[in-house]
């Protein structure tokens, strides 16, 4: 994280790719159109499953996770709130639950 803030971006060890880049604001310009934009917070009043964030269709998603201890994310772009558990998360194991549940849903072992 430090070498992506410093540098603006991480480049790949065996290569010239980029894997990391810092993006401009607003970020909605970044992400496809149509894209369902969904906030995480422990404090949010809708409670939903990891699984059920993951779309039916090939819908594009983003996911916006707080990476802060306490406290909400207001990002005005955010279209719903919702809690994936009943206790407070750090950022990473928010993550963790999230990825598994699409790797559960689209079945990949």
């Not at 406290?71 to 990825?99: H, Q, W």
Request: proline share 6%; net charge neutral.
């Amino acid at each position: 994280m430090v070498q992506l803030l410093h540098k603006l971006s991480i480049r790949s060890a065996n290569g010239p790719q980029k894997l990391l880049k810092v993006i401009k604001n607003p970020i909605s310009s970044h992400l496809p159109v149509g894209c369902k934009k969904i906030g995480t917070s422990f404090k949010a009043q809708k409670l939903v499953h990891p699984r059920e964030l993951v779309p039916s269709d090939d819908a594009p998603l983003a996911i916006v996770i707080g990476a802060m201890a306490h406290g909400m994310v207001e990002c005005d772009y955010i279209e719903e709130t919702v809690s994936i558990s009943e206790y407070p998360l750090s950022a990473a194991l928010a993550s963790t639950k999230i990825c598994s549940a699409f790797e559960e849903v689209w079945n990949i072992h």
